[in-house]
């Protein structure tokens, strides 16, 4: 049973799927994965190729729930400061005055986040895990909510940095958009007006309400045999022979925050084992590392983390999840 807070706003989230369904053709569980991720209060890391559509994803997704939205295209001279902020000496008031970096937002779009050099890169870490920035030893909170998309291309590789392990624990999950199928690219050809498709977007949500939705969504229940079915295919991660490294504790607190959240995009108020399953492989991708036997059998992550998804028994659910 539904809250009736719950009861208004998830009708508002169905309309927000809607609207950027409208925009970006033929990838309804990808950007259903998305709003489930913000849902959860997670950033989310996009690895996909130029022109598949992320930047448009960003721009719906911040229209849809009136969130303000910045863009910063890293490049290799791109400053920390650009991020969080810098002070400037104003001769007339005779006293240095704060400049918002580009973090103060509700939505940001760091954009290609692996062609900035290691300390931008790092700039990133305390606004995305306190949603907090400290700047001439004073430290400001951003707006609430706060969420990130990050892009980086696999291809093309020169000139880029590798995120640093501890920046890649912070994005809850990970995927990849990939190509339109072929009747959503023809329909996106044929639509192509004089204006960008994305400012036909309707508002049918704001921030705050954004918010709420993310305090109820800790409330959902979850069943002790849950969290053992869910912390035992964390752990067989950490143990499994093609992988030379498993996933973090922080992995474990995304894993549960994701299932909470796809159960209650799922119009429950507790937590099934599908949920945690549905969730594992974007949780877990991008924190474990293949051993070097698995790349040379070109096996995938994917591949590997549904077979433990598989050996993991799926425990008995009662009436209601109880």
Same mark, same amino acid.
């Given at each position: 049973?539904?809250?009736?807070?719950?009861?208004?706003?998830?009708?508002?989230?169905?309309?927000?799927?809607?609207?950027?369904?409208?925009?970006?053709?033929?990838?309804?569980?990808?950007?259903?994965?998305?709003?489930?991720?913000?849902?959860?209060?997670?950033?989310?890391?996009?690895?996909?190729?130029?022109?598949?559509?992320?930047?448009?994803?960003?721009?719906?997704?911040?229209?849809?729930?009136?969130?303000?939205?910045?863009?910063?295209?890293?490049?290799?001279?791109?400053?920390?400061?650009?991020?969080?902020?810098?002070?400037?000496?104003?001769?007339?008031?005779?006293?240095?005055?704060?400049?918002?970096?580009?973090?103060?937002?509700?939505?940001?779009?760091?954009?290609?986040?692996?062609?900035?050099?290691?300390?931008?890169?790092?700039?990133?870490?305390?606004?995305?895990?306190?949603?907090?920035?400290?700047?001439?030893?004073?430290?400001?909170?951003?707006?609430?909510?706060?969420?990130?998309?990050?892009?980086?291309?696999?291809?093309?590789?020169?000139?880029?940095?590798?995120?640093?392990?501890?920046?890649?624990?912070?994005?809850?999950?990970?995927?990849?958009?990939?190509?339109?199928?072929?009747?959503?690219?023809?329909? !996106? #050809? *044929?639509?192509?007006?004089?204006?960008?498709?994305?400012?036909? =977007?309707? @508002?049918?949500?704001?921030? %705050?309400?954004? &918010?709420?939705?993310?305090?109820?969504?800790?409330?959902?229940?979850?069943?002790?045999?849950?969290?053992?079915?869910?912390?035992?295919?964390?752990?067989?991660?950490?143990?499994?022979?093609?992988?030379?490294?498993?996933?973090?504790?922080?992995?474990?607190?995304?894993?549960?925050? !994701? #299932? *909470?959240?796809?159960?209650?995009?799922?119009?429950?108020?507790? =937590?099934? @084992?599908?949920?945690?399953? %549905?969730?594992? &492989?974007?949780?877990?991708?991008?924190?474990?590392?293949?051993?070097?036997?698995?790349?040379?059998?070109?096996?995938?992550?994917?591949?590997?983390?549904?077979?433990?998804?598989?050996?993991?028994?799926?425990?008995?659910?009662?009436?209601?999840?109880?």
């Amino acid at each position: 049973m539904r809250t009736k807070t719950e009861q208004t706003l998830y009708p508002a989230i169905l309309q927000v799927l809607e609207q950027v369904n409208h925009v970006i053709l033929g990838k309804k569980e990808e950007i259903k994965e998305i709003m489930t991720a913000f849902l959860a209060n997670g950033h989310v890391l996009l690895e996909d190729i130029p022109g598949v559509g992320k930047t448009t994803l960003a721009v719906a997704f911040s229209r849809a729930m009136q969130l303000d939205y910045r863009r910063v295209q890293f490049t290799p001279d791109v400053l920390p400061s650009d991020l969080t902020g810098f002070s400037v000496y104003r001769r007339e008031n005779e006293k240095f005055v704060y400049q918002p970096g580009s973090v103060f937002c509700n939505l940001l779009l760091a954009d290609e986040i692996n062609r900035t050099s290691p300390k931008t890169q790092s700039a990133l870490l305390e606004v995305m895990e306190e949603r907090k920035v400290t700047v001439d030893g004073v430290t400001r909170d951003v707006p609430d909510p706060f969420l990130v998309i990050a892009t980086q291309n696999p291809a093309g590789t020169a000139g880029t940095q590798y995120l640093p392990e501890a920046q890649m624990d912070r994005f809850m999950i990970s995927m990849s958009l990939g190509y339109p199928d072929y009747e959503s690219e023809l329909s !996106m #050809a *044929k639509e192509i007006g004089p204006e960008e498709k994305y400012k036909e =977007v309707q @508002p049918v949500l704001t921030g %705050s309400m954004l &918010s709420k939705i993310q305090r109820e969504v800790y409330q959902v229940y979850m069943k002790d045999v849950i969290y053992d079915y869910l912390l035992q295919m964390v752990r067989a991660a950490r143990s499994h022979e093609d992988l030379s490294r498993g996933a973090s504790p922080r992995a474990t607190i995304a894993l549960v925050k !994701m #299932a *909470k959240a796809s159960a209650w995009m799922s119009g429950r108020n507790y =937590v099934t @084992p599908w949920d945690v399953s %549905s969730q594992f &492989s974007y949780v877990a991708a991008h924190r474990v590392l293949l051993s070097g036997r698995s790349q040379m059998e070109r096996k995938t992550k994917k591949q590997i983390l549904q077979k433990i998804i598989e050996t993991v028994e799926v425990p008995p659910m009662g009436e209601g999840g109880r």
